[in-house]
């Protein structure tokens, strides 16, 4: 007897590139796509407003393409694992279908599912296509640890085979007999709500800037492939005024949410860079956004602590300062930093920034200016940022925190200067502060430098119209970088009180990722061991000949060979 | 002291762990464990020493408990040279303090075995001044070390002045051997650093005091008069005087091995005096090995009075935007520069800047560039020419421009070449 399926959406809003739907569908009799929405009152605290909206017209796209084959999207409330055994009799389910979540809690949950699905006689098909690659195997081949540098990471890829082809769209040839069984009340059942149903106020919400659904995904990668074939040109695109405004082409939160499929994005790439420049291998750093996204997401996949800076395994432990007060300032663009403040302006009525606009906000979050921990600043993005899933949300802070990944933590963006020399006429500031529209280019990023007449000719006086710098930037930019250079020279931590840490030859460090620590007798240059012990990341000796004052050592061993050079990063003072 | 320390979730007890299960098996010996078992109990007080010297504290606390002869040995003076005290709240941090009722037992019974001590404290007031109140209960110790180090805001900063000096003072006169001693972000003044220097003048090799207010370059002069012995010194710039540094030049001073100062700037616009090239020349003839460690933190108009004259800067950090001109004058006047970080400059090449750096800063082996601008072709001439020297070289991804020579892909490899070893520019995540 045929088979009656359910594929259940969770990412992968699509009908393109889809694997596991494919499976549900073939030689099934019946089809149901499911989408499981609970909390259903997310509303109640309007919190995330963008990101619903988002989703919902992801959900309304799926169900009107569906529609054109016949076919409905079922959202449904509560929660999976309580639902599924009430649908699997129901519908007298025999086969569920899902894409593969490498997330560790998706890992769980999924888990359980299955546990359910095959109790009650259901099979269970799962395919990956939310990432490029096997995540797992990527991991394999780094000796069973997920790579922490990025340039691993590539090295890793490059020996890989390529991804899979995306598979082909979902059409009614390819459904062939299988149907969808709707009933007359399916929009009252299963409809999919609306922001006011889920408990929103809509009153006054102006139309999203980026639109959600799989059919708007299409169109803008179509854009942004014409774009860049138009340009010709394939380098990072320098910085500009116009970078900071939200683009027609761009394509982050589509990904996130699998309205658009990121193999498909690869192999257009690819094509139209061959087509372009006539050659047949495209650099890596053509796909710069797609794979530092797989980054996070292999960082991530084996690690449920990935978020949190306590019990994290590749967490450095940072006493960040709890300061709810200063928190609610910058999550509120209350900074008095008009930067600072245009950037989390358009982060909240929007729900997209730039990538330095990131780097910037979250540097004065952290380890520039305010020194809070970057956990919360993490929380403020997922609630206001369309493309910020778990790993890369995550995965991102800790970078930008120099929290963890190997990176130098000299450089630090000054809140007024990094401005100035992105929009040096403050068109964005204007924008997004209109309080400020009245002061010229010279005072706009430091309004409390304008004289009380430049001031009160803008109609704006600092202190009453708009506040106060919260910090002084030079103070408290020298404090920080004094912190972490105290918190990494303490992870020798030995040194000063007199002990000293033994060393043995260096292992393969592509190998593994960590080796043990043992403390005796004195140093000896040639011989040098990791270690992690207890909460703390690494455990470092100090034995170059060359004392660095301001940045993190990089040894080069000479036992290591090319590939595996990349990932010697070691932390000494 | 009972079992009341909370553990902490990554602590690794394994080793404490093996530690009991051995014990216990030592209590009760069963038929296939051997006699070796039964002597873990009796261990030389001098091998449970060392053992005890590489479990953490935690672990030994716990071993502590296993046994009368262990927890003895826990209390052995050796055991008691260094502390961390660890002074939070948990409304202001997230890590954990050291526990009070350790910090009671140790001042009750170890106080006198301390000789390197320090304190971390975070934001609270209520923390600066429990590092204080220990402090002025360090009446038995002799100290060689002290450091008060704030983990986040400048917490010291807060209390009464009187408060703090009166706490501080009681281990400057207790201690009289003091060798090395961390005061940065207090308000540490002049009077007790006569304090100090009545005390410890013998002794005294390091002082850290950057960002210090209340002291003044008299007071400051006192300590380089005084501590012939001092080889580190850490101070901001209002406090650096051409007799200070001739101070730390003179006959009966010792080699100074490291100055460190930071030029920071309160309001935009601020006038720096200057120190005299020949002030400088003397500490060059004096200790002509010496690190020179600079930070500025001022506006780009402000530096003015800098950089005219030669001064033997060996690490030079510029941590706010610094202009193509003052960079042009570092390579001029900088010989002995090792080391330099710009976090920025502006949107202009520092194409010349830097070749004149590889040029005339022959000793030059790090370089770090945040927000700058460098043409590829440029970079590579640059690291063509400093050659293997380069031990570290850390450029932002943006920094540079690909040219009709080279694109980004292609200026990795050459780079790489002319180091000797492999490289890559620092990424930052798009995405």
């Known amino acids: 007897m045929a088979p009656n399926s359910i594929h259940w959406f969770r990412k992968g809003l699509r009908l393109h590139d889809n694997p596991a739907l494919q499976e549900a569908v073939r030689g099934a009799g019946t089809i149901r796509c499911v989408y499981f929405l609970d909390p259903w009152f997310a509303g109640s605290s309007n919190l995330g407003v963008n990101r619903w909206r988002f989703l919902l017209q992801c959900l309304d796209d799926l169900d009107s393409n569906l529609r054109k084959l016949n076919s409905r999207l079922f959202v449904i409330r509560g929660q999976p694992a309580n639902v599924f055994p009430r649908l699997f009799k129901e519908w007298e389910i025999s086969r569920l279908t899902f894409e593969y979540d490498s997330e560790p809690f998706g890992k769980e949950r999924d888990a359980a599912i299955k ?45 890989m085979d390529p991804p899979e082809m995306p598979v082909e769209t979902l059409s009614s040839a390819f459904m062939g007999c299988c149907i969808t069984p709707v009933s007359e009340d399916h929009s009252e059942k299963y409809g999919v709500p609306s922001l006011e149903e889920l408990g929103f106020d809509t009153e ?58 990121c193999r498909l994005f690869y192999f257009k790439l690819t094509d139209l860079y061959r087509k372009v420049k006539k050659t047949s291998t495209p650099p890596l750093s053509l796909y710069g956004q797609l794979l530092w996204r797989e980054f996070f997401y292999t960082a991530a996949t084996t690690n449920p602590r990935f978020d949190k800076m306590e019990g994290n395994p590749i967490c450095v432990r940072i006493p960040w300062d709890k300061n709810p007060e200063a928190l609610a ?117 430091d309004p409390w430098n304008a004289p009380d007449s430049v001031q009160a000719a803008a109609k704006c006086i600092i202190g009453v119209h708009y506040p106060k710098p919260m910090v002084n930037h030079a103070e408290a930019s020298r404090l920080n970088i004094e912190r972490m250079k105290q ?29 043990t620590l043992s403390c005796s007798s004195p140093v ?50 | 002291m009972k079992r009341r320390l909370s553990r902490d979730i990554e602590g690794s007890s394994s080793s404490c762990e093996e530690l009991m299960e051995v014990c216990k ?170 304090v100090l220097v009545a005390n410890n003048s013998d002794t005294l090799k390091l002082l850290k005091m950057s960002s210090c207010p209340h002291v003044s370059p008299a007071g400051i002069l006192c300590v380089a008069d005084q501590c012939h012995g001092l080889r580190e010194l850490a101070l901001n710039y209002h406090l650096l005087s ?53 930070y500025f933190f001022l506006y780009e108009e402000e530096f003015g009075p800098f950089f005219r004259d030669e001064i033997p800067v060996t690490h030079l950090y510029f941590g706010r935007s610094v202009s193509k001109d003052v960079l042009g004058r570092v390579g001029m006047n900088c010989p002995r520069l090792v080391e330099l970080v710009v976090c920025a400059n502006g949107l202009r090449p520092l194409d010349e800047e830097l070749i004149r750096i590889a040029e005339r800063c022959k000793q030059l082996s790090a370089i770090g560039l945040g927000e700058c601008e460098v043409s590829c072709s440029a970079f590579v001439e640059f690291v063509k020419m400093c050659g293997r020297r380069l031990s570290q070289l850390s450029i932002m991804e943006e920094v540079l421009i690909p040219d009709h020579k080279y694109s980004l892909d292609e200026i990795h490899w050459e780079v790489s070449k002319h180091l000797g070893r492999v490289w890559f520019p620092d990424m930052m995540p798009t995405w």
Request: one cysteine or more; a neutral charge; glycine letters at 4%.
């Open chain 1, 115 to 159: 546990k359910l699905a095959m109790e009650a006689g259901v099979e269970v098909i799962i395919k990956i296509s939310h990432t490029l690659y096997n995540l797992d195997k990527i991991i394999e081949l780094n000796g069973g640890q997920p790579p922490l540098t990025y340039k691993r990471f590539q090295t890793l890829i490059s020996r």
């Open chain 1, 204 to 261: 006054g919400l102006p139309s999203a800037v980026w639109p959600g659904g799989e059919t708007e995904a299409l169109t803008r990668i179509e854009r942004h492939l014409e774009r860049k074939a138009w340009v010709a040109n394939f380098e990072r695109p320098r910085m500009n005024a116009n970078s900071l405004l939200a683009s027609p082409t761009g394509l982050s939160p589509y990904l996130r949410f699998g309205c658009l499929s």
């Open chain 1, 329 to 445: 300032k910058w999550a509120e663009a209350k900074t008095g930093f008009p930067w600072i403040d245009a950037i989390m302006t358009q982060l909240r009525q929007e729900g997209w920034i730039h990538h330095l606009a990131r780097h910037a906000v979250a540097c004065f979050l952290t380890r520039g200016d305010l020194w809070i921990s970057w956990e919360e600043g993490m929380k403020v993005f997922e609630e206001l940022l369309l493309d910020a899933d778990w790993s890369v949300n995550a995965g991102s802070w800790m970078w930008l925190s120099c929290s963890s990944f190997f990176q130098q933590f000299f450089h630090c963006y000054c809140p007024v200067g990094f401005g100035r020399r992105t929009d040096p006429n403050g068109d964005f500031i204007r924008r997004y502060l209109p309080v400020l529209r009245g002061f010229p280019a010279k005072y706009i990023y």
């Open chain 1, 487 to 515: 918190i990494y020279q303490q992870l020798s931590r030995y040194r000063g009180l007199g002990q000293v840490l033994a060393i043995s030859e260096a292992l393969m460090l592509d190998e593994k990722a960590w080796l």
């Open chain 1, 524 to 573: 000896t240059p040639h011989q040098l061991t990791l270690g992690i012990a207890h909460s703390d990341l690494w455990l470092v000796c100090s034995w170059l000949a060359m004392e660095t004052q301001f940045m993190k050592p990089q040894i080069h061993s000479a036992c290591a060979d090319a590939a595996s050079r990349d990932s010697l990063e070691i932390y000494s003072e």
């Open chain 2, 25 to 194: 098996r030592a209590r009760h010996p069963s038929e296939d464990s051997g006699d070796l078992a039964s002597n873990w109990a009796w261990i030389p007080q001098e091998v449970l020493l060392r053992i005890f010297q590489y479990l953490p504290l935690l672990d030994r606390a716990f071993a502590s408990q296993v046994c009368h002869g262990w927890n003895q040995a826990f209390h052995m003076p050796e055991l008691w040279r260094c502390f961390e005290f660890e002074l939070t709240q948990p409304a202001s941090s997230y890590l954990k303090a050291t526990h009070p009722d350790l910090i009671k037992q140790i001042i009750k019974r170890h106080s006198n075995h301390l000789q390197y001590v320090s304190f971390k404290v975070d934001s609270s007031t209520e923390s600066a001044e429990a590092a204080c109140d220990i402090l002025s209960q360090l009446v038995n110790c002799s100290l060689k070390t002290l450091g008060l180090i704030s983990t986040a805001r400048p917490s010291f900063m807060e209390l009464p002045k009187s408060h703090f000096i009166s706490a501080l003072t009681v281990v400057f006169v207790n201690s009289k051997s003091l060798s090395s001693l961390k005061i940065d972000d207090t308000p540490v003044d002049d009077p007790s650093l006569k």
């Open chain 2, 242 to 294: 051409d007799e200070l540094l001739l101070a730390l030049s003179s006959e009966k001073h010792v080699h100074l091995e490291h100055l460190r100062i930071d030029v920071v700037s309160e309001n935009p616009g601020q006038q720096f005096h200057t120190i005299k090239k020949s002030s400088w020349d003397a500490m060059v003839r004096h200790s002509p090995k010496f690190n020179l460690v600079m």
